[in-house]
């Protein structure tokens, strides 16, 4: 590859920044040559965070921006009043054609209300979902939309599936990626008015790999690749997910405690419970990209270490040389045709 | 008490019948007196089942019903067409005054159906919901609606927190429980037009203990005791639930049996593993009771044990002698009034 990826990078956002932001940074320069990082923010922060750490100077630039959107700031408002913020300038570098990629562990809000005022939609797309990866059994899957925008169509519907069929496909690497819509039965008839009115239109689609309806049951399992839903749906599902997973572990846990038997299985099982632990961790695979931007936007959770930062800039690269906007606005252009 | 409550219980439904059911039933008049079971279903059946067993007889009867509701039959018609099935008679027999309540394992559709159909609602009530008890770090609470009756209205919503709220109250004996709707935020102004509409009215009813918003994360902590949804995303939520940790369960199970150190680690952890699991089993309560009907329905998971069996039975006691119904209509009209 002669050019680089430019990827804009919040690095204040988020519980670990800008620390844990600037080292992710620095991991991805030093994993790969076809990537350059502009870390947004304040400069007398960044810089000394910088000066741990050895990497290819010509890869790395900072990108000042005096503002901080903070978690509790009201997103609409903060986007159109901070506009020195890191949010705000590093958006904007995507716009102004100076980036080609935003990455932020910052205010979902916020990136998510700049994504569409300030970055823009590809022409022909509706609705700009957030698509986390969720862990499976069998790897993860997409779930789209987790976003903020509630109450969806059915045309966004379907419009999600081919969007998120394309990143599957193109981005993440899986072959035909199977699409399910989340339902409350597995029958065509089930659901409720927007389900049974999407279902039919996901069937016409010759450009995906629709498999039907998928039930909350089995999603854990790794039934489906792309699982389609709005925006309610999907944010429940995907913090469900978490609360579950982080309660029972914290009952087994709990658990092992009660006595000195169970302590000392509990001693010997570590290694192992760790290493399963580890392949249930979203953050292996990076964060939430946010679809049918003209530029991408990938949200990290506000925890993010080093790690899901690092793979989120990588992510970037593919993104950008598969040229996935291309292939959506492609298939948008398609369907129209049909 | 005088009066002995009377259950109906479909012997013939589930995974696990009759064997099981009848088994259930016999656990459950062997510890109350206070209930008489009428086991629904097909006597050649039943019958080499009950021999097994000593229990005290004047509190068990069978009553004859050839058909058998399968899983796979559509509700509605099946509830129509097979009228000497265990699910219509069994019904058929609180509309008649001859049991107060029905405990099924089969079919949830045609269980719902039949509720609506034959047992019939108390006046006022406009949905009936269905309310599974899900376990939960500080015991357990009731999601509700997890019924067939999806696009609800946000008056159906408000129906729900306060019949769910009785029910925690008067038959699980949690005192003043806390009424949460479920939302994508804290916050009041966030959430899809339903939970925007829904959120000011449970504010202002003040037979609740309403505590706002909670988050799909926050529900496996306890965060709340009756958790307000309309069915689709009660539905997901409940499924999820199951399917989440099953999954966490088996690859925790996969990951012990890695190597020699963590399989003699897993051999002692067992039975405090065991205890954990126990704790997290819904089973232990019962069934989900489905709510504003003449009398009450109890549907109990298809894979149903006796000991569910047992429990659904004996919730059925307090549910009568408490007497649900009339305080559920007496709630409804005092609302009116209001």
Redesign the interface.
Same mark, same amino acid.
């Given at each position: 590859m002669e050019e680089k990826t430019r990827v804009a990078v919040d690095a204040m956002g988020g519980d670990n920044a800008p620390g844990e932001i600037v080292k992710g940074a620095v991991e991805a320069i030093n994993r790969s040559d076809r990537v350059k990082v502009f870390l947004v923010g304040q400069p007398e922060a960044i810089e000394p965070e910088l000066k741990k750490y050895t990497y290819p100077e010509e890869q790395l630039e900072i990108v000042p921006a005096s503002e901080i959107i903070e978690t509790g700031d009201p997103p609409v408002e903060s986007i159109r009043r901070k506009k020195d913020s890191s949010i705000v300038v590093g958006q904007r570098m995507i716009r102004e054609k100076k980036a080609d990629a935003f990455v932020s562990a910052g205010s979902t809000g916020a990136v998510l209300v700049g994504g569409q005022l300030l970055v823009g939609r590809i022409r022909g797309v509706e609705r700009t979902p957030l698509a986390p990866l969720i862990p499976?059994?069998k790897g993860f899957s997409l779930l789209i939309d987790c976003g903020a925008n +509630?109450?969806a169509r059915s045309s966004h519907l379907v419009q999600f599936a081919r969007m998120g069929s394309i990143y599957m496909e193109h981005v993440m690497g899986v072959k035909s990626p199977r699409v399910a819509i +989340?339902n409350?039965g597995m029958e065509e008839e089930k *659901?409720?008015?927007l389900?049974k009115e999407t279902y039919p239109l996901l069937k016409e689609c010759r450009d995906i790999n629709f498999i039907g309806s998928i039930?909350? #049951?089995?999603?854990?399992?790794g039934a489906a690749d792309v699982i389609v839903c709005e925006?309610?749906?999907g944010? +429940?599902?995907?913090?469900?997910?978490? *609360?579950?997973?982080?309660?029972? +572990? #914290?009952?087994?846990k709990? *658990? $092992?405690m009660?006595?000195l #038997?169970?302590k000392?299985?509990?001693?010997?099982?570590?290694?192992? $419970?760790k290493?399963?632990m580890k392949?249930?961790d979203a953050s292996e695979y990076g964060g939430a990209p946010m679809l049918g931007l003209n530029g991408l936007v990938v949200k990290t959770h506000g925890s993010s270490k080093s790690k899901e930062v690092c793979n989120s800039i990588l992510q970037c690269i593919t993104f950008c040389e598969q040229d996935i906007a291309g292939k959506i606005q492609e298939s948008l252009t398609v369907s129209d045709k049909e």
């Amino acid at each position: 590859m002669e050019e680089k990826t430019r990827v804009a990078v919040d690095a204040m956002g988020g519980d670990n920044a800008p620390g844990e932001i600037v080292k992710g940074a620095v991991e991805a320069i030093n994993r790969s040559d076809r990537v350059k990082v502009f870390l947004v923010g304040q400069p007398e922060a960044i810089e000394p965070e910088l000066k741990k750490y050895t990497y290819p100077e010509e890869q790395l630039e900072i990108v000042p921006a005096s503002e901080i959107i903070e978690t509790g700031d009201p997103p609409v408002e903060s986007i159109r009043r901070k506009k020195d913020s890191s949010i705000v300038v590093g958006q904007r570098m995507i716009r102004e054609k100076k980036a080609d990629a935003f990455v932020s562990a910052g205010s979902t809000g916020a990136v998510l209300v700049g994504g569409q005022l300030l970055v823009g939609r590809i022409r022909g797309v509706e609705r700009t979902p957030l698509a986390p990866l969720i862990p499976t059994e069998k790897g993860f899957s997409l779930l789209i939309d987790c976003g903020a925008n +509630v109450d969806a169509r059915s045309s966004h519907l379907v419009q999600f599936a081919r969007m998120g069929s394309i990143y599957m496909e193109h981005v993440m690497g899986v072959k035909s990626p199977r699409v399910a819509i +989340v339902n409350i039965g597995m029958e065509e008839e089930k *659901g409720n008015a927007l389900v049974k009115e999407t279902y039919p239109l996901l069937k016409e689609c010759r450009d995906i790999n629709f498999i039907g309806s998928i039930e909350a #049951r089995e999603i854990p399992s790794g039934a489906a690749d792309v699982i389609v839903c709005e925006a309610f749906t999907g944010n +429940v599902i995907l913090k469900l997910y978490e *609360g579950t997973s982080s309660a029972l +572990v #914290r009952q087994i846990k709990q *658990g $092992l405690m009660m006595n000195l #038997r169970s302590k000392l299985g509990a001693l010997l099982i570590k290694p192992a $419970l760790k290493k399963t632990m580890k392949k249930l961790d979203a953050s292996e695979y990076g964060g939430a990209p946010m679809l049918g931007l003209n530029g991408l936007v990938v949200k990290t959770h506000g925890s993010s270490k080093s790690k899901e930062v690092c793979n989120s800039i990588l992510q970037c690269i593919t993104f950008c040389e598969q040229d996935i906007a291309g292939k959506i606005q492609e298939s948008l252009t398609v369907s129209d045709k049909e």
